[in-house]
């Protein structure tokens, strides 16, 4: 068994259970053990209710006092009872689970696993895993895994199909070279593999964690080095003139470029109009105003007679990013042509945006990675702008360079990484940092609190919805049982609308929607039919609805701080006062130290820093922290020394031997060849 063996061939997947491996994108073995656990449980012994420690997750053995209450909220079933041990009591809420009745048995004693919270001056339990006692004893002891799972896909049946391929699973001659592993102290990858997913202790982990971890920044800075000899030598064949849409546009804007705007605005015309072709990035922080400066660009390439494109991460940001570039166009008489391409379209849909796009006549094609991706043939493609997350690589540019030679390159990057880092991990890009507010902008007012203050916040929450403003609610998950004692978005929507009054219309939206129900809810939420819209992360990154200006995140303890910055930076973009409240699960000290840094700073660049300062080697929030650059297992702020150590590895190996010609070199060689044509390289 090796990585292409299909994920069907592994002993108890069926049909059906493939298809939802094949949700995640898992349909061989190499995906499956490249799925890495985002958590790992460790089931204690069970506590007395008297020692349990709020806040935190705990088990404890006890039996049901009393009976079950049932209560019905609009569509949502409430159920509440009270358990009971020698040392005292919890009260227990379930929402719309029904197997709770069922199960429990007066006189017998369980264990309930969940967070016990102080409400009311007693202790209360939401949705706690309940087990019977012979079950729940065999999990103590060890680290067991949990996964991103997809609905019908439990945690137990992807951690069986992984214990199936490791037993089965021929691991061939590592190929990081053994001069690297020594220096470094790493363990061998089949050994790493093995440990990740079931590590006997957490050092373990962190031992396994960190040599998959080097690999996945070791790769991505040597295919970085290809990518800068790639461009060093691509000429411009697209020179430029300064045309006058563009100062025409900046006077017709209704606020004057901040300085930072103009700075990076001259250097991408200098680029634009220089001998090589540009391929910069431009870092800002969340709500800086990086669009505007991708749109004049733009504007400065078709006003030459070329084509642009612009990619977005996701298709509710392309469809806001063509929306934007169509009032442009219509209000200031722009000469764009835009046309969206996204893979939601129709077959005929997408036929007749190709013929446009090939013919010249739409000469602004906004899109998610769909319009290098798809049969789309451009006229004379000359510039794309992207974001980080799908920055172009060896492979990227081969696909790019199929639709447009030596095309000039705008990569976006909202993530606020100290410049040490930015010059490692865009080594293949001239970087243009946006420093500097819009003036206009008010300081967003921030407040970390737990949870008891929920409901004081769902009556700010009305306040401001009554004013005429719109609200985000964020949840770390989707649907119930993805993550232990998390809030998900779907049971949180309707618990929301139970404490709120039904004029105040409240939808969600999460990455496992279909396209076209994604786009209808952002959608109706930028006209205003929505007034609170609870989501995943899925709209971290770039949505731009200057009128909502409350942000609530629930369970941001877990999350990194450059996360809650980014989600932070979805209010405060217009010219009301925004607010964020923080509800952290834990009430730690070190949780409340971290979080609080946000309550005294706006600034992503030092909220970056301080992130960095806190977090030690041990320090995990998660197996990997934040969805930024899309690394697999790597997070640049908790990995930051092993993203140094692996730098100086590749500086080091290709310094020696640039050609990876050398015997002991040669399994890198192949893995990398094979790597840059076969897996999708998002980031390299
Ligand atoms: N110089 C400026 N003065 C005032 N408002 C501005 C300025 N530049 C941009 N804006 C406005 O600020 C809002 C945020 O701008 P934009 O969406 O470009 O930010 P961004 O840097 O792309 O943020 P993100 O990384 O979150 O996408 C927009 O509504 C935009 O119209």
């Known amino acids: 068994m090796d990585d292409s063996t299909n994920i069907i061939d592994i002993k108890g997947i069926g049909e059906k259970t493939a298809k939802l491996f094949g949700k995640l994108n898992i349909n061989d073995v190499g995906g499956l053990l490249r799925n890495y656990p985002r958590d790992y449980e460790t089931f204690k012994e069970p506590v007395m209710i008297s020692d349990a420690p709020a806040g935190e997750i705990c088990s404890v053995r006890a039996c049901l006092a009393g009976n079950i209450a049932a209560k019905k909220v609009r569509n949502l079933t409430i159920l509440n009872f009270e358990i009971r041990d020698a040392g005292g009591q919890i009260f227990m809420t379930y929402f719309n689970t029904s197997y709770v009745k069922s199960m429990l048995k007066k006189g017998l004693f369980y264990i309930f696993r969940g967070i016990p919270l102080k409400k009311g001056g007693r202790f209360v339990m939401e949705q706690a895993k309940i087990y019977k006692p012979e079950e729940y004893f065999k999990l103590t002891g060890v680290m067991q895994p949990r996964y991103s799972l997809t609905a019908g896909l439990t945690n137990n049946m992807v951690t069986k199909a992984v214990k199936q391929a490791l037993a089965h699973y021929r691991f061939g001659e590592d190929y990081l070279p053994e001069e690297i592993r020594e220096t470094q102290q790493l363990i061998s990858y089949g050994q790493a593999i093995e440990d990740i997913h079931f590590p006997k202790d957490f050092e373990e982990m962190l031992i396994a ?36 849409e563009t100062k025409r546009l900046i006077e017709a804007l209704p606020y004057a470029l901040t300085g930072a705007q103009k700075r990076v605005w001259e250097e991408i015309r200098q680029d634009l109009q220089g001998e090589k072709v540009m391929n910069r990035l431009i870092q800002g922080d969340v709500g800086s105003g990086k669009t505007i400066l991708a749109f004049l660009s733009l504007l400065m390439c078709v006003s030459n007679g070329y084509q642009g494109a612009m990619m977005a991460p996701t298709e509710v940001l392309a469809r806001q990013h063509f929306e934007a570039a169509s009032k442009l166009t219509a209000k200031y008489k722009l000469p764009f042509v835009p046309m969206l391409l996204t893979g939601s379209m129709t077959a005929k849909e997408k036929r007749e945006a190709y013929e446009e796009i090939k013919s010249g006549r739409a000469n602004l ?4 990675h769909a319009l290098i991706q798809e049969k789309a043939e451009y006229k004379n493609l000359a510039l794309v702008v992207t974001d980080e997350q799908h920055r172009f690589g060896v492979r990227q540019r081969e696909t790019l360079a199929g639709k447009g030679e ?39 007012k921030n407040c970390v609190v737990s949870t008891d203050y929920r409901e004081k916040a769902y009556r700010f929450i009305e306040k401001e919805v009554q004013a005429g403003r719109q609200v985000y609610v964020i949840c770390p998950m989707v649907e119930e049982g993805e993550l232990e004692g998390a809030e998900n978005v779907i049971s949180y929507t309707e618990k929301l609308k139970s404490a709120l009054p039904s004029k105040i219309q409240t939808a969600y939206l999460h990455g496992k929607m279909r396209p076209a129900d994604k786009n209808q809810v952002m959608e109706e939420f930028a006209k205003r039919n929505i007034d609170v819209l609870v989501s995943t992360t899925v709209i971290e990154v770039g949505i731009n609805v200057p009128n909502a200006t409350v942000m609530m995140v629930e369970n ?56 960095l300062k806190l977090r030690g080697p041990g320090d995990l929030f998660g197996i990997r922290q934040s969805g930024i650059m899309n690394f697999k297992i790597g997070d640049i702020y908790q990995d930051t020394d092993v993203l140094k150590r692996a730098k100086e590895s590749v500086d080091a190996l290709l310094l020696r031997d640039e050609k990876l010609e050398e015997d002991g070199h040669l399994p890198l060689k192949l893995y990398m060849d094979e790597a840059l044509n076969s897996v999708d390289f998002r980031t390299i």
């Open 365 to 368: 094609v906004i899109g998610t």
């Open 556 to 611: 941001a303890e877990r999350f990194g701080l450059a996360q809650l910055h980014q989600l932070r930076g979805r209010v405060g973009r217009g010219e009301h006062q925004s607010y964020c409240i923080f509800v952290s699960g834990s009430d730690k000290k070190q949780t409340m130290e971290r979080l609080d840094i946000l309550n005294h700073s706006n600034d992503g660049f030092f909220i970056a820093g301080e992130d």
């Open 209 to 244: 964690r960190r040599r998959l971890v080097f690999d996945e920044f070791f790769l991505f800075l040597l295919a970085l080095r290809k990518c800068k000899e790639h461009n060093e030598v691509l000429q411009n064949i697209y020179p430029m003139v300064e045309v006058a």
């Open 406 to 444: 030596n095309v000039h390159v705008i990569v976006m990057s909202a993530t606020p990484i100290p410049r040490t880092l930015a010059i490692i991990l865009y080594g293949d890009l001239d970087i243009s940092i946006v420093d500097e507010l819009p003036a206009n902008r008010l300081p967003i």
